[in-house]
């Protein structure tokens, strides 16, 4: 079983910085982080592929955003800059522990666990 656990969320303004992190991902084959809008669905924000470290980005992120581990892999952080206002949202941690293709990174049903989330509002 994975149990995961986010932190570092919070309130910044435009241009600032935030880094959440994601423990309890040492098991896992695949991390994700997820991001929700109110009255929106998740929105894959980046992945990463915790035995080659490879990474993967939504468009809406390349250039900001960087997903990265521990080097024991328990945790998985994800480091945002240059934050905008549609950045805000509820940010969620999922893992996939089986292998898979990397192809579908972005869906939700892709996944088996997640985390609670965490809020991250940004400012003008």
């Known amino acids: 079983q994975v149990h995961l656990v986010e932190s570092g969320g919070g309130s910044v303004q435009a241009g600032g910085s935030l880094r959440l992190s994601c423990g309890g991902t040492?098991?896992?084959?695949?991390v994700a982080w997820f991001r929700q809008k109110p009255g929106q669905g998740r929105e894959g924000v980046a992945n990463i592929d915790a035995r080659v470290r490879e990474t993967h980005y939504a468009d809406s992120v390349k250039g900001r955003f960087t997903i990265s581990q521990a080097d024991d892999k328990t945790t998985t952080y994800l480091q945002m800059n240059s934050l905008q206002t549609e950045d805000s949202g509820i940010y969620v941690c999922?893992?996939?522990?089986?292998?898979?293709?990397?192809?579908?990174?972005?869906?939700?049903?892709?996944?088996?666990?997640w985390g609670q989330g965490t809020q991250v509002t940004v400012s003008s």
């Open positions: 999922a893992a996939r522990t089986k292998s898979g293709e990397t192809l579908f990174w972005d869906g939700e049903s892709w996944y088996q666990y």
């Open positions: 040492g098991s896992s084959r695949f």
